[in-house]
């Protein structure tokens, strides 16, 4: 499974743009960039996936440059609500050998500012 | 609503006094797994399974058990608990189809051994 390197911490204030990236330099050719945000003491929750250029939804936009060695989760307009770990993951499609095994790196801490 | 349930949220126990965390599912999902989260470490996935009767290890199986006779529930056993067993428990399931690695999580549950 390609290895993922986030920053650990990262702040912000209320109301501005905050792009976290996510390093994946030995990503394999079926692999999906997944991210994920967690609140303390609750399971994390699917924010978006991506597999190549760039996937936006209502919450969040995933950049993905045409190596895919890296990934930029964008939040824009973030509020104190988005204080949380934000996790990157890289993972095969359905139906590979590999597909059982999810690796969570250590996450980006972000942390919303007043 | 689409979810997954794990009981009990919180539990107390002694060495050595077996116990079952459970882990349930209404999506119709193929996959299921456990994590254990603990500080400094972040998630580690303890035992997935890909379908019924169909289990494997993942990072830190020692000391858990894990059956799949349904498809909706994965329960975690723990034959004979030990205080570094005291952690924060996640529950996990998604789909093998579809592509890419989207999952769903249980709210937690917490354990302590003493």
Known sequence: ?114 | EAQVTQNPRYLITVTGKKLTVTCSQNMNHEYMSWYRQDPGLGLRQIYYSMNVEVTDKGDVPEGYKVSRKEKRNFPLILESPSPNQTSLYFCASRSLWGGGTEAFFGQGTRLTVV
């Open chain 1, 1 to 114: 499974l390609a290895k993922t390197t986030q920053p650990i911490s990262m702040d912000s204030y209320e109301g501005q743009e905050v792009n976290i990236t996510c390093s994946h330099n030995n990503i394999a050719t079926n692999d999906y960039i997944t991210w994920y945000q967690q609140f303390p003491s609750q399971g994390p929750r699917f924010i978006i996936q991506g597999y190549k250029t760039k996937v936006t939804n209502e919450v969040a936009s995933l950049f993905i440059p045409a190596d895919r060695k890296s990934s930029t989760l964008s939040l824009p307009r973030v509020s104190l609500s988005d204080t949380a770990v934000y996790y990157c993951l890289v993972g095969p499609k359905a139906g590979g050998t590999s597909y059982g095994k999810l690796t969570f790196g250590q996450g980006t801490i972000l942390t919303v500012h007043p």
